[in-house]
């Protein structure tokens, strides 16, 4: 298989303009989504808890805490679904992945601010 023919096509499908945040941070998800002929944008707000895979393929996972129960979402990071993230405030993490924040809720779950950034 022809590897080259690959990495050209998922070159054309990356965003130019790919949001930059990191994992802690505390992000808004314009989501686009598509109801019967009309299309809206709903927005997720939460922690990112992690970052995957390259390139075209990447994808992050937010997770936030909806009446008492977690709900985590996963987008891919070049998807046209995906509107636009912003970063609401930047964390303090000294992982990778946050799996631990799962077991956590309330106050406890929250990530510490990163100031100096």
Do not use: C
Request: no cysteine; net charge positive.
């Amino acid at each position: 298989m022809n590897y080259e023919i690959i990495k050209e096509l998922e070159k054309e499908q990356l965003k130019e303009n790919a949001p930059q945040f990191s994992i802690g941070d505390t992000v808004r998800v314009h989501n686009r989504i598509k109801e019967g002929n009309r299309e809206r944008i709903q927005i997720f707000e939460g922690t990112v808890l992690k970052i995957q895979g390259g390139g075209a393929r990447t994808t992050f996972t937010v997770r936030k805490e909806s009446s008492g129960i977690g709900v985590e979402k996963t987008w891919p990071l070049h998807s046209p679904n995906v509107e636009k993230v912003d970063v609401v405030r930047r964390g303090k993490v000294r992982r990778a992945k946050l799996n631990y924040l799962r077991s956590l809720s309330g106050k406890k779950a929250k990530v510490k601010a990163l100031n100096d950034r």
